[in-house]
């Protein structure tokens, strides 16, 4: 029984829309015309009054004034919410100036001023014009701040995913980061956009000849204050419920539940229009890999790389080669500066000191004054190029997205990559690394091994010439380790350039070319696996092998 209850609660809103449709339709066929003697006289006059097209024109003026004030407002209040969000503090400071200044006066001062004050310096709008700047200025400062809500509620780091794509700042927030914003901001724009329909009232006070208006000059020769208010009221309603309905299904399309369809519906292999080949993926492995410099030649150099914090410095003065085709594997305490340095490699951070080369060219920088390195001025384009892989401890799978929409995603939009084609590399991909079968899954319904694999084949899906790994298997289930370390092993086979960030000992002891352990932000010891693992000369290698050890074997 209870769970009846339960299965019958899920979907209550459906029902609730469903009555609400009904009992307007109710409430017209009986305006329109359909008499009966049990409905009171009262009543047919205000339904008459709710159909009355002296009424219904002051509510078309109040939604005419309510949509381009809404549509205004959103636009001006998305750019007062990212100068809100911007890192320079004048922008910043002028986007907070204008939302206080707003939020603080009444909105009927504001028209009043409008209205008044304009003339004097020779701006001469009409009354229904005034109306809609005035109501626009004043949403673009509500807007702002459920749009800089919104924004604020998405994880940080799928920026960083987005942003190792090689996708700039206007193409992450346009794909990534406000269809997610979408699920915080519409309660909250729904909210506004009702307020604004009710709240297209107060501009009577500027001779708009909008609902309430209209309504008061009736009861004026009248006196019929209940039926008219009540009219008026209902045609409140009818407009306000439409809203309302509207936001049921913009929440239901931006929602991250089952109930949000996949936009690209993979057909099933055997009826399949692109037809997968399980190699594709590795011949176009094969090509990027073939460009640049030779085997065995150093690939990445780091030389002295330092980076602080604040006042901490993080990484002080590190030197570190990786040839082409090598697997390295660094190790070292937590908070070493392992991710930092990772980080450095494809520019997601900035250098303070020291320089960083990827096949021989700086990723975002170029020589200055006095051979420092400044930093270029489009990153997003620079870190494109430099075609680095990065696969990180929590996924950072964008969560809006399928697992195969999250395979083409940087593909199509970063280097213009044909789609049909790039869905058959994301298919061969997801081949590769076992998951043909979920193509349409999006990320919260695969387990952390799968999620960890859908972003390794991300990663792939750009042709990179680096592998870049941050802890892939930290964030896993012992049980599911093994599946992510299978698909690395794979690509090391396959003689990708790869730096692993990694405790795992034994995938360690198999796979790496050579073991690199750092502490406090310097290389403290590096070399072949057995030599490093098995016999560390350094005193905190050891100490921290130990450890290790320890935690493997209680596990
Ligand atoms: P590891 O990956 O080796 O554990 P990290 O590179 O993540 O180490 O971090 C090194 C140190 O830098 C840590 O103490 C961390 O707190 C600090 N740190 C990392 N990122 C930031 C940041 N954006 N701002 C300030 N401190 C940071
Ligand atoms: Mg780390």
Not at 43 to 72: K, N, P, R
Request: proline share 5%.
């Amino acid at each position: 029984m209870t769970e009846m209850v339960a299965t019958a609660r899920t979907r209550p809103s459906r029902n609730v829309i469903w009555a609400g449709a009904a009992a307007l339709v109710l409430v017209i066929a009986v305006a329109l015309g359909w008499r009966s003697s049990l409905v009171p006289e009262p009543v047919m006059e205000m339904l008459s009054y709710v159909t009355s097209s002296f009424l219904l024109d002051g509510a078309l003026t109040a939604i005419e004034i309510a949509a381009l004030a809404m549509l205004g407002g959103i636009v001006l209040g998305l750019l007062l919410a990212l100068m809100r969000l911007s890192t320079l503090a004048p922008v910043r400071g002028a986007a907070w100036c204008y939302i206080w200044f707003i939020r603080g006066t009444p909105i009927i001062l504001q028209l009043v001023f409008l209205y008044d004050a304009l003339p004097v310096v020779g701006i001469r709008l009409d009354s229904f014009t005034t109306a809609v700047v005035g109501f626009m200025l004043n949403e673009a400062a509500f807007c702002a701040e459920i749009i800089r809500g919104g924004i604020l509620s998405v994880d940080r780091k799928q920026n960083l995913a987005a942003a190792s794509f090689g996708m700039g700042p206007f193409l992450t927030l346009r794909r990534i980061i406000l269809p997610q914003a979408m699920r915080a901001i519409l309660p909250g724009m729904a909210n506004q956009t009702i307020s604004m329909i009710k709240g297209t009232s107060i501009a009577s006070v500027i001779f708009v000849n909008e609902l309430t208006f209209r309504s008061q000059q009736i009861v004026g020769q009248n006196f019929k204050f209940f039926t008219v208010f009540a009219a008026a009221g209902i045609i409140y309603l009818i407009m306000t419920s439409a809203v309302a309905a509207a936001q049921y299904f913009l929440e239901k399309n931006y929602s991250a539940d089952a109930e949000r369809k996949p936009k690209i519906i993979v057909a099933p292999p055997t009826r399949g229009a692109a037809p997968v080949s399980p190699t594709a993926w590795m011949d176009t492995l094969n090509a990027s890999q073939a460009v640049g410099a030779a085997a065995d030649a150093p690939f990445v150099v780091c030389r002295n790389v330092q980076k602080s914090y604040g006042s901490r410095e993080i990484l002080g003065g590190l030197d570190l080669t990786v040839k082409r085709g090598e697997v390295v594997v660094l190790m070292g305490p937590s908070g070493s500066g392992k991710s930092t340095l990772l980080r450095l490699v494809n520019h997601l951070e900035a250098l303070d000191w020291g320089e960083i080369t990827v096949d021989g060219n700086y990723v975002g920088y170029a020589k200055g004054v006095g051979d420092r390195l400044v930093p270029t001025r489009n990153l997003a384009k620079a870190r494109a190029d430099a075609r680095i892989g990065m696969v990180f401890q929590h996924f950072n799978l964008f969560d809006h997205l399928t697992a195969l929409e999250n395979i083409i995603e940087a593909p199509i939009r970063v280097y213009g990559e044909d789609p049909d084609k790039m869905r058959a590399l994301g298919m061969s991909l997801l081949n590769a690394v076992g998951l043909s079968t979920h193509a349409d899954h999006f990320p919260h319904r695969l387990s952390g091994g799968q999620q960890q694999r859908v972003a390794i084949a991300r990663a792939l899906a750009i042709s990179p010439r680096l592998m870049l790994f941050d802890e892939p298997t930290s964030a896993l289930d012992p049980e599911l380790v093994g599946e992510v370390l299978a698909v690395i092993r794979r690509l090391a086979e396959a003689g990708m350039t790869m730096i692993v960030v990694t405790h795992e000992v034994r995938f360690a002891r198999d796979v790496a070319d050579r073991v690199v352990f750092m502490d406090e932000g310097r290389v403290i010891e590096q070399g072949p696996p057995e030599e490093i693992l098995d016999h560390p000369k350094n005193e905190r290698t050891q100490r921290f092998l130990r450890m290790v050890e320890q935690t493997e074997t209680e596990t």
